[in-house]
Every structure is written in C-alpha cells, then in structure tokens.
C-alpha cells in the first residue's frame, strides 16, 4: 500500500465540524477521546463572514452622549442608597453581559491535510501538525470592553472554560482509520465558542445606555477537526 499526503489550501474563515468534536486535544488538560470522532462532510462555514480578529485593548471610550440629555432608550435606575448623605456614585465604564451561547467553531492553523487510501481494506493515516500557531478572540458587532473582561462574563454565565487566547503547537499526532477507496481531511487549530451578548455603558449617575450587540467567539479548546469522503 501507498499512502500520500495532500496539502491544501489552509481555510481563511472560521469554520465548524458539524457532526463531529475534537479528535484529540494537545492541552495536557484536556482529556483526548480514545477514538477518534470522524466527520462525514468537510466543516461548515459559520454565518458570520465578517470576523474581525482580536480584542481591544484598551476599554472603548464613553459614548459622546455621556454628558446629554438621557435618551429614551436609556435604562434609569434607583439606586437603594439614592437617600443616604454619602451615597456613592456609580463607576463610568461599559460593561459586557453575555445573553446566550452556540456552539464550538473550528479555527485552523496550518494548512490542511489529506491521506487518500486507495486499496480495498481500510488503512491508518496519521496527520502531524506542521505549524504553531496562536488564535484569538474573534468578534462581529461592537466590542467595547477587554477581551480577558469578556471571558470572566462568558465564563460565569454559561459556566465553561475559555480563553482570550490559546495556542496550537507544532508536532501533534493523530492517526484514523481511512475506510477503502476514502480520503481522511484532517486540520489541526483552536476551537472556539460562540456565544451572543451586548455591552452597555454605566454612567456616573447611575444610567445605563443603549445596548451594542455583539456575537464572540472565544478559545475553548485545542484540537483537530477530522473529516473524510
């Protein structure tokens, strides 16, 4: 038997594994699956075409309007010490409040890989990670806090562990069975999940301002995305 590896074009949009998690994972904390899960169809393109990488640095400014009129979509609360003498008031900052959360989308590094075996008995590929690489967080919408705030809101909320950033490391194995006359696709990177929520900015008195939806997506885990046809 012969067995030859194909490199393809690495995929430059995020992508998903629709019918399949992880195959294996290189952080020693997590638990690599002693089969391997084989997808049937190459991963699907999210519906989000427009990602934006990374986070900002800084926390965005307050809106122009901090010191206006207060619009009517404003929310304006009583604060519980608004009678006392010495009542303190609020801290001016915008604030990320996750609302709900998808699923894990697959972001590759390197390029992809392929092993076609073209016997009539099923034969092992084994695919190796090539590069190293590190992914980030991804955003659409309007981002206006720091990315490691936005992971503790993310964290607390749906009660899962990501990150602003993992890395995918060179030197990773993983070996499949390739049914006969099939060819295995296999891409090593970061998994990341996707979740909705908005940023609203808290005023020194105490209101709150619009909403600024936003969708992001956050390392949750390090893994391959395997498929074949």
């Not at 990488?53 to 609360?77: F, L, N, W």
């Not at 006392?84 to 001016?92: I, L, S």
């Not at 929520?197 to 619009?210: I, R």
């Amino acid at each position: 038997m012969r067995k030859s590896r194909i490199l393809l074009a690495p995929s430059l949009a995020v992508a998903v594994l629709a019918t399949a998690g992880p195959a294996f994972a290189e952080d020693p904390t997590l638990a690599p699956t002693d089969t391997p899960v084989v997808g049937t169809a190459p991963p699907a393109q999210p519906e989000e075409s427009d990602l934006v990488e990374g986070a900002p640095e800084t926390p965005a400014p307050a809106p122009s309007d901090a010191t206006a009129t207060v619009p009517d979509d404003v929310i304006v609360p009583a604060p519980k010490d608004s009678f006392t003498p010495d009542a303190q008031a609020c801290e001016p900052r915008w604030i990320y409040y996750p609302t709900s959360k998808d699923k894990d989308y697959h972001k590759g590094v390197g390029a992809e890989q392929a092993n076609y075996n073209g016997t009539s008995r099923t034969a092992k590929s084994t695919f190796v990670s090539e590069v190293s690489g590190t992914v980030g967080i991804s955003y659409t919408g309007e981002f206006k806090v720091e990315g490691s705030a936005a992971v503790i809101k993310i964290e607390g909320k749906f009660g899962v562990n990501v990150s602003a950033s993992l890395t995918a490391r060179l030197g990773n194995t993983i070996a499949v069975d390739t049914p006969p006359r099939k060819t295995t696709f296999a891409r090593y990177g970061v998994y990341r999940l996707k979740s909705y929520g908005y940023n609203q900015y808290t005023y020194t008195n105490c209101t709150k301002g619009a909403k600024k939806n936003v969708t992001i997506y956050t390392p949750h885990r390090i893994g391959w995305a395997i498929w074949e046809k």
